[in-house]
């Protein structure tokens, strides 16, 4: 694959990798099977803080793209923690965006470009996945988004 | 297998597969890992356009029901715009259910079974898959059902 | 692995394995794809009913809990009348959690506990999952909880 390296990549956008983070509960952030990295829901945070919130109510669209945007680089620093080299990352499989919504808010995809884009410029073209967003009633600790991923390893 | 040519059944079944969508954000519809296809999450559509509404509000049991069936078929014209040849499809594996549903509406799974239907009357006993079906707050564009879907190939 | 044989250790844990139930519909509680088996979400049940409501409204995070063990237990029943031998159950890779909730219960991460914690228990290090829990407006039949999972099999 002709892709540039991953790190110098994530320099170029201005984005450092925070540390991982590990579950208290009998789960882990993340699981290989095969070839498969599965990545558990990550919640939305700011400055290491859970981002709160609800999309339509106290947060705007804008807010939500930022918030995936976070959680997209938290779960890259779960995945690099787990793989140590992010270049082995064959290609991004698929997204699930959990958007906490009003019943009146129709833009969780939206809110999820801020993810999905940001996979599109780190990794190229095998950062494209397959997706789906929508709207919940509410995440744990009133986290205003939740995304999980699956990743496919060289 | 000794299942009958899919685009025969198709036909035999009154159903004219329409023009695959493409998303137009960083993402796709459609990603395979190994024998995998992930289809990403589709929203129900009716002539076309998104199918609004919320089941237990606007919308009856039997209205998602149709749009669960139409949904289907709007999968398997993505699947079929991605392989090719639906017959080299060996089994539905995995579908995901989203309704869009007031907190009193408890037919999700009726609702649901319009698309898994579908995938037995097409594929016979390769089209049983598991699958999951709950109510969700919202959906993107207000759509009233959202479902995405896993299939194993040849 | 040198893991005690699970049938065992759910003998010293006090449980008994109900028998599998089977959906009316045209879905399976279980596929199997490669080494990975997917279990379709599985509804709450208590003494065979399914558990109904809603966490913040009639129940409780400590029921929750509890019906996460009973949707966990369930679990591993349709996986033993699919392969037979749980033994031959290498890990447990995915859960996802669709807990019924009010907009303001934000706990989701502890009721799903009940069940990551009983997998913990049977299966040990290869008992922890990756996870993701999240609060959905309505369940069918008013079920306050569905589990699905995903499990490596030898």
Known sequence: MDRPDIYTRLTELGVALPTATFPAAAYTMCTQS????????HLAKQ???VWKGRLG?????QDGQLAARAVAIDLLAT?????????????IV?????????????EQH??????????AEV?????KHARSAFGV??????????????AELN
Request: charged share 20%; net charge negative; glycine share 8%.
């Open 94 to 106: 698929k997204m699930t965006s959990l958007v906490n919504s009003t019943p009146a808010f129709t």
């Open 137 to 150: 009633t509410q995440l744990p600790l009133d986290a205003c988004l939740e995304i999980e991923l699956i």
């Open 79 to 91: 995945l690099h923690a787990q793989i140590k080299d992010l270049n082995q990352v064959r290609r």
């Open 57 to 61: 109510e106290t947060l705007t669209t």
């Open 47 to 49: 400055d290491g803080i």
């Open 123 to 127: 990794f190229g073209e095998s950062g």
């Open 34 to 41: 095969g070839k498969l990295a599965y990545l558990s829901g």
């Open 110 to 119: 939206l809110v999820t470009n801020g993810a999905s884009e940001f996979f």
